[in-house]
């Protein structure tokens, strides 16, 4: 490394409590090292001191850390910026609690005292452990008369010593393994942090994080979920993690990691490799980590890779191993541990999934509301009956309403001061929430060394709870100064509190704190898809294994020590633990869960299963072929995870709507308090009361605190996000995954054109057959020229996945003699070219694939050969031939032709003729030749102009683009279509990806899989239907959700603002909207779009998707 190079150091802390802490640490760094020191950015939250600096200077790594200790801070782990081996598990391996454990801090005044009530963990059990432990170890024994040991339990510091001697221990995590000091810097390309966040109440505050993220150059990508609570960030720095979690933090939210990985390591990683963590209880010395690292590298050093070591204040081991079943696997592991000291326990250590995480911000949230629910509904209580019962029900005449009325000093009520004394707890302890966030925001925006231009600041600020702050403190305040107002004169008071909004506090608060809770458990309900699916799966297997006497045994293990090879009994009724090939028996299987198709699929031996699926007949045996992590189920999971965080284009409108929303609002309340009180003071409303009522500036003001409080940008942020989550969860029960996300549904709801690939998609094919053959046509050959002729042919036709290869590969047969091919070439859309030794050792060349192919050789085909090869065209079959010639010469002599029969799928034409019914344009893409492809089309109903045939896999994509450019939209003539591509193999990426939906069928190749916004689970060509059907109702939800939140503010701030003031009723009262039932109105607004979107589900009809099932012709 060179000498100037520069590095970024972490430094945890035990003992970094306040911001005199971070203050004194910059200086002290600053002033010890000067320039050899960039920068330095103390984290309170975390603990965590980074510091950028010059390596191999004054200000190393050590140096600093030694400097630090001199001042009395404890240095709990140390880590230096390096990709190639950054820790980048350190906030995954600590359970939920720790993890989140920078959700937990208060909010409130509410939050520190129930913090009070909550148990404290006990350390008897961590102490008994350890004197067990003592018993054991004799080095531990020594050393415990001469100085204590400080140990971790569950996250939790038990301090009885001071520091030990062993570096190994010293640099461990406090919760974060920080143990590593690496100071080789070459980031990586890509990296991606998934983070829980928490504090997310609307739109404006995705907008905030969005937009501060957004403004680092090394930012790729950025999406932020309110629903989920979470974000994704694409960066090209994996130095810069932490920098991110501070910037989110610095905005006045929590962040927490979820994953951070290295998108290309993640790719180069084998299919066979499995990384685990492990936690190892246990631990209560430095000697404990040593015998259990020894242990495992001297069980199987070439299989297993230890990429982090246990320690006494984190006993987590993460490594990477292949398995080789039954000899060696993850329970050998565990095993292996436990066997190095009785004291140790091991077990696989799970970190919380983000849907976890999630739910932990949401019940945590959804607590700190309930208890100032419960808090205002105790202080409403009274509240009701002093202000509306007594003051609006009761006579004058009534004793009790005589005392309230009676001024207790001057033109003060004994009224007032009660309403005073109701609402103040309720203001400060209950609606204190919205304040703080409030507070937060504003302090954000004006920090020093934010990014936000100043002009900016005036008018692009705030969110709903800025909102609500400041309609609940005007009411509150303004009282206040009445009731002061009220307490130094000496007018005569009927003590009636009209003039004053302390009750309206009190409710307000109730109704806002309310809405607030059913809305969060509605959002909750809209993203459950995940949780549900990953329920599927079950905890248990019963593993199959013989003992030393060879006697086959069946024991219950837990799921996550299953490994590939492993064997597992699946009994009647149960679900797969992993997905695996089944080894005996033969059974039925309902996979409706992954497919959608209610139908049961006969499995016999040979036959894949799934996880997640049901045996609903006899018991089988399977061998485990994918793992916790890597089955289907979790290929699903994650496909719908990925797809809940992508954005619809008509988010976009939203964002614009909420950036603008806080400061219109503003304007438009102080605008209204403003009209009123001139329209007051000038006399234009000639019959009202206000002077018996605290005049018209204090009635002006019930107006701008409605406006305040009814308007409700929840409701546009919400549109989108949870049409789109329902949608999402509606798709996977049909065995649709929507990894395009609301874009994806966005498109998809709007096609005019669907395109089908042939072989594969409309066809079957799994297994074409080879039906006609006509070797050595045009001549005779003996049967060993026949022999080496199939030999090669077998040769070449192995190395290609193509369904026909496959085809061939099983006409050649079993019993043909293995032949030596060299040169081997694949020729894309065309076939194969090789070299192979013929009779009499002559070397051969040899080419196999379509008509193409032998125009391009200039291969002779006869009269005879051409009317057999037109026969098969017509019926609906696909052509291969096969030349040879000697590498000597240069002419090519046609040895065989093949016809194969790929079946049509039997729902292909109602598929078509549904599409067709729907207005839908279809059309069929194929590499075959024209007269084959026509013969299909005809047989499903697609008319012969619509087939593009002959075509290569690098041209698919101008196929699909020169539609684009030809057709246009239904009922336009501008418009351009939107095409959807529907394909399955490695040629159809290209067109899938060029599409403006790509549609993958599931039983695909992983190429065309990664390249498509659906991925079809099932292969059945009915999902295309609903896909499309599915879409169209989404998106027209998100639409009905856009349009009740643009006009519910645009009817309920007019009205709020006094605009139906001048109407009056029977009664003679005039129409205006009550700060209190604003409330009521803006809560409702934001749940109605929540339910909006969860009636789809209902299945009712004009309400809810109505699945329409296609109908096949028997």
């Not at 929507?738 to 994806?744: L, M, V």
């Amino acid at each position: 490394m060179a000498p100037t190079d520069v590095v970024t150091t972490s430094y945890l802390l035990g003992n970094l409590h306040c911001p005199s802490c971070v203050t004194l640490i910059r200086s002290l760094l600053h002033e010890t090292y000067g320039d050899n020191v960039l920068w330095v950015s103390p984290n309170l939250v975390t603990s965590v001191v980074t510091v950028e600096h010059k390596d191999n200077t004054p200000a190393s790594v050590r140096n600093m850390e030694k400097t630090l200790e001199d001042v009395g801070f404890e240095v709990c782990g140390v880590n230096t910026t390096a990709s190639s081996s950054i820790d980048l598990y350190r906030t995954s391996q600590v359970d939920l609690g720790e993890s989140s454990r920078a959700m937990e801090h208060p909010n409130g005044f509410i939050d520190s005292f129930f913090q009070l009530w909550r148990p404290k963990p006990s350390p008897s059990a961590a102490e008994a452990a350890r004197a067990a432990h003592l018993e054991n170890c004799e080095a531990c024994r020594s050393e415990a008369t001469s100085q204590d040991v400080k140990h971790y339990e569950d996250g939790k510091l038990v301090r009885t010593s001071s520091k030990t001697s062993d570096t190994s221990t010293k640099h461990s995590s406090l919760p974060y393994p920080l143990q590593k000091v690496v100071t080789d810097t070459a980031p990586s390309s890509l990296w991606r942090v998934t983070l829980s966040v928490g504090g997310m109440t609307c739109a404006v505050c995705v907008n905030t994080i969005t937009e501060e993220i957004q403004k680092y150059p090394w930012i790729s990508k950025v999406v932020v979920n309110l629903v989920s609570n979470s974000a994704t960030i694409d960066y090209t720095d994996g130095d810069r993690t932490q920098d991110i979690i501070d910037a989110i933090e610095d905005l006045g939210y929590d962040a927490a990691i979820d994953q951070v990985v290295n998108l290309e390591e993640e790719q180069k990683q084998s299919a066979d490799e499995r990384e685990v963590e492990i936690r190892v209880n246990g631990i209560f010395c430095s000697r404990c980590p040593d015998r259990i690292i020894t242990t495992l590298k001297s069980l199987a050093p070439d299989r297993l890779q230890i990429f982090q070591e246990p320690n006494v204040k984190n006993p987590i081991v993460r490594l990477r191993y292949t398995p080789k079943a039954p000899e060696f696997t993850v329970r050998h592991i565990l095993q292996a541990i436990e066997a190095a000291d009785e004291a140790l326990k091991a077990s696989i250590y799970h970190p919380p999934t983000l849907e976890e995480r999630s739910r932990a911000i949401r019940a945590k949230h959804q607590r700190t509301l309930l208890y100032r629910e419960i808090l205002t509904i105790i202080f409403a209580i009274p509240t009701f009956v002093l202000g509306i019962v007594y003051m609006s029900l009761l006579p004058n005449s009534n004793h009790g309403k005589m005392y309230l009325m009676k001024p207790w000093t001057s033109g003060l009520s004994r009224l007032d001061i009660a309403l005073f004394i109701l609402a103040t707890p309720v203001y400060f302890f209950a609606a204190d929430v919205f304040h703080v966030r409030a507070i937060k925001e504003v302090r954000t925006m004006w920090r020093s060394g934010s990014r936000m231009p100043v002009i900016q600041r005036f008018y692009r600020f705030g969110s709903m709870n800025m909102l609500v702050s400041l309609g609940t403190s005007i009411a509150y305040f303004s009282s206040v100064a009445q009731m002061i107002a009220a307490a130094t004169t000496s007018r005569h008071h009927q003590g009636s509190g009209a003039e004053m909004y302390f009750d309206s506090v009190v409710f307000l608060t109730m109704f806002l704190l309310a809405g607030r809770l059913i809305e969060g458990y509605s959002k909750s309900k809209t993203g459950d898809a995940v949780e549900m699916l990953g329920k599927l799966r079950p905890t248990t297997a019963l593993l199959v294994e013989k003992d030393k006497a060879g006697v086959q045994t069946t024991t219950t293990v837990p799921v996550d020590q299953l490994d590939t090879g492993d064997v597992i009994r699946i009994p009647h009724g149960a679900s797969p633990a992993a997905d695996g090939v089944i080894v005996t028996g033969e059974t039925n299987f309902d996979e409706s869960s992954l497919t959608g198709e209610s139908r049961l699929i006969k499995k016999a031996e040979g036959d894949q299963v799934f996880a997640g699926t049901i045996n609903k007949s006899s018991a089988v045996t399977v061998r485990v072929t994918g793992t916790s992590g890597k089955s289907m189920l979790d290929q699903i999971v994650q496909v719908v995870r990925e797809g809940q965080t992508k954005r619809a284009p008509i988010e976009q409108i939203a964002d614009l709507l909420t950036t603008y929303f806080v400061p219109v609002i503003t304007l438009v309340a102080i605008l209204t308090w403003v009209v009123w009180m001139v329209v007051g003071f000038s006399n234009a409303v000639p019959d009202h009361k206000a002077e018996s009522s605290g005049g018209w500036v204090v009635f002006a003001l019930q107006f701008a605190i409605a406006v305040f409080v009814v308007a409700c940008p929840c409701g546009l942020a919400l549109a989108a996000p949870t049409a789109i989550f329902v949608g999402g969860g509606i798709a996977a029960k049909h065995g649709i995954l929507a990894k395009g996300g609301g874009e994806a549904f966005e498109k998809a709801s709007k096609i005019d054109c669907v395109v089908f690939d042939k072989t594969g998609t409309l066809t079957e094919g799994g297994e074409p057959q080879i039906t006609d053959a006509a070797v050595f046509p045009d001549g005779s050959a003996d049967e060993t020229e026949r022999g080496f002729l199939m030999s090669a042919l077998k040769a070449v036709e192995e190395s290609s996945s193509h369904p026909i290869a496959k085809a061939i590969v099983s006409f050649c047969g079993t019993d043909t003699q293995a032949a030596n091919v060299e040169d081997l070439e694949e020729l894309p859309g065309r076939g194969m070219k090789a070299s192979y030794k013929g009779t009499d050792d002559q070397q051969c060349d040899i080419i196999v694939g379509n008509e193409l192919l032998m125009q391009d050789f200039s291969v002779v085909i006869s009269g005879r050969v051409s009317a057999l090869l037109q026969t098969w065209k017509t019926e609906a079959k696909s052509v291969a031939l096969v030349a040879t010639k000697p590498s000597t010469s240069n002419t090519w002599t046609l040895v065989a032709a093949l016809s194969i029969s790929d079946p049509i799928r039997r729902e292909a034409v109602a598929v078509i003729r549904a599409l067709t019914a729907r207005g839908t344009q279809v059309w069929m893409l194929s590499g075959d030749n024209a007269t084959t492809a026509r013969a299909v089309a005809q047989r499903v109903g697609i008319p012969a102009s619509n087939v593009f045939a002959e075509v290569l896999p690098s041209d698919k994509a101008a196929k699909i683009a020169s539609l684009q450019a030809s057709l246009h939209a239904r009922g336009s003539t501008t418009r351009r279509a939107m095409i959807a591509m529907v394909g399955d193999g490695i040629n159809d990426s290209p067109a899938l990806t060029t599409a403006d939906v790509g549609i993958a069928i599931g039983s695909g190749s992983d190429v065309a899989i990664s390249s498509a916004a659906f991925v079809l689970a099932t292969s059945h060509l009915a999902a295309v239907v609903t896909l499309l059907d599915l879409s169209r109702a989404v998106f027209r939800r998100i639409r009905v959700n856009f349009a009740w939140a643009v006009v519910y503010n645009m009817i309920a701030v007019p009205v709020a603002a006094g605009c139906l003031y001048p109407i009056t009723t029977g009664d003679g009262s005039h129409v205006k909207l009550d700060p209190v039932w604003a409330a009521l109105a803006m809560a409702l607004s934001s749940i109605s779009v929540v339910l909006s979107s969860l009636s789809l589900r209902t299945g009712m009809p004009g309400v809810g998707f109505r699945h329409r099932e296609v109908e096949v012709d028997e």
